[in-house]
Antibody, heavy 118, light 110 residues
Framework: EVQLEESGGGLIQPGGSLRLSCAASGFTVSTNFMSWVRQAPGKGLEWVSIIYSGGSTYNADSVKGRFTISRDNSKNTLYLQMNSLRAEDTALYYC????????????WGQGTLVTVSS | QTVVTQEPSFSVSPGGTVTLTCGLSSGSVSTSYYPSWYQQTPGQAPRTLIYSTNTRSSGVPDRFSGSILGNTAALTITGAQAADESDYYCVLYMGSGISVFGTGTKVTVL
């Protein structure tokens, strides 16, 4: 059974850094495309970042230069390193498996909440 | 800046039919954008409904269907049920790893 479990969220001051984790089971992270999607309180979903099985990464303009997606193959875990955090980064962050060639998100975690506030 | 537009809200009667659309701020949506659709109820993670325009994800009832309607992608709920009251989001694939979520449609069944 495919499962995704996010962790690492919390309250952080503006300008601070945080690393989110997404532990996967039931499949291998390194041979799949993986993505982060966020949802600000009361708002819609926003695509944040993706890592291809080959290692290429892409980010939304809103986080470019501040967020980095990566993975640890030995731990079968996806990460999102978030630096220079802003109030507008406050959101529930979901990790999702992305099915290449069909171009959609097929499995989702339950999310981890990041609150950026002083 | 690409904007993917959806109707803010729709109301449908139980047993009725509703069609949600997903458009581009500039240009037409085609199958080349691999439209997909997701359902989200409050406090829950999104659930995948439709991918590649019109393929239902595993376990999704056949009252949900996807299509291209004119210059938009469309999600039709036929025979709406109370359980279908949710927010619905489309996603379009823009190439180069980039996906863009639509603005979302809140569907009320009453």
């Amino acid at each position: 059974e495919v499962q995704l479990e996010e962790s690492g969220g919390g309250l952080i001051q503006p300008g601070g850094s945080l690393r989110l984790s997404c532990a996967a089971s039931g499949f291998t992270v390194s041979t799949n495309f993986m993505s982060w999607v966020r949802q600000a309180p009361g708002k819609g979903l926003e695509w944040v970042s993706i890592i291809y099985s080959g290692g290429s990464t892409y980010n939304a303009d809103s986080v470019k230069g501040r967020f980095t997606i990566s993975r640890d193959n030995s731990k079968n875990t996806l990460y999102l390193q978030m630096n220079s955090l802003r109030a507008e980064d406050t959101a529930l962050y979901y990790c999702a498996r992305y099915l290449h060639n069909y171009e959609y998100f097929d499995y989702w975690g339950q999310g981890t909440l990041v609150t950026v506030s002083s | 800046q690409t904007v993917v537009t959806q109707e803010p809200s729709f109301s449908v009667s139980p047993g009725g039919t509703v069609t949600l659309t997903c458009g581009l701020s500039s240009g037409s949506v085609s199958t080349s954008y691999y439209p997909s659709w997701y359902q989200q109820t409050p406090g829950q993670a999104p659930r995948t409904l439709i991918y590649s325009t019109n393929t239902r994800s595993s376990g999704v009832p056949d009252r949900f269907s996807g299509s291209i309607l004119g210059n938009t992608a469309a999600l039709t709920i036929t025979g709406a049920q109370a359980a279908d009251e949710s927010d619905y989001y489309c996603v379009l694939y823009m190439g180069s790893g980039i996906s863009v979520f639509g603005t979302g449609t809140k569907v009320t069944v009453l």
